[in-house]
């Protein structure tokens, strides 16, 4: 088989990434925002994961791991595309951008 596709793939973050966010997850401040919003401690077993199939990779480049590190990442950035942002963004400015603003009258108050 040809591995030089194989040796060429790198996890998409480096490992260190993925323990510190599991440090975070698993502190005590991030326990109780997340209590405090959601009503429950929150879930740190994904990041763990990660990090032990990085870890493997790293080591023995099983193709189990690079499987379940990809399989990962697409599901975080698929939830991430779930949320629609809260402001619409301007694709160019407003025709009166360069006019000097009307001190004197407050605007809608």
């Known amino acids: ?3 030089s596709g194989e040796a060429a793939w790198r996890p998409p973050r480096s490992c260190d990434d993925y ?3 599991f440090r975070h997850c698993k502190s005590l401040r991030n326990c109780f925002h997340h ?3 959601y009503g429950t401690s929150p879930s740190c077993k994904q990041w763990k994961e990660d990090y032990h199939n990085c870890k493997e990779w790293e080591k023995h480049r099983g193709a189990e791991a690079k499987d379940a590190l990809q399989k990962s ?3 975080r950035v698929a939830e991430q595309r779930n949320f629609t942002p809260v402001w ?3 694709r160019d400015p ?3 951008w360069h006019m ?3 001190q004197e009258k407050p605007q809608d108050s």
Request: proline content about 10%.
């Open 73 to 75: 990442e697409r599901n």
């Open 35 to 37: 209590y405090y919003t």
């Open 94 to 96: 407003p025709r009166d």
């Open 19 to 21: 323990w510190s966010e």
């Open 100 to 102: 000097p603003l009307n």
């Open 88 to 90: 619409e963004l301007r």
């Open 1 to 3: 088989m040809d591995r």
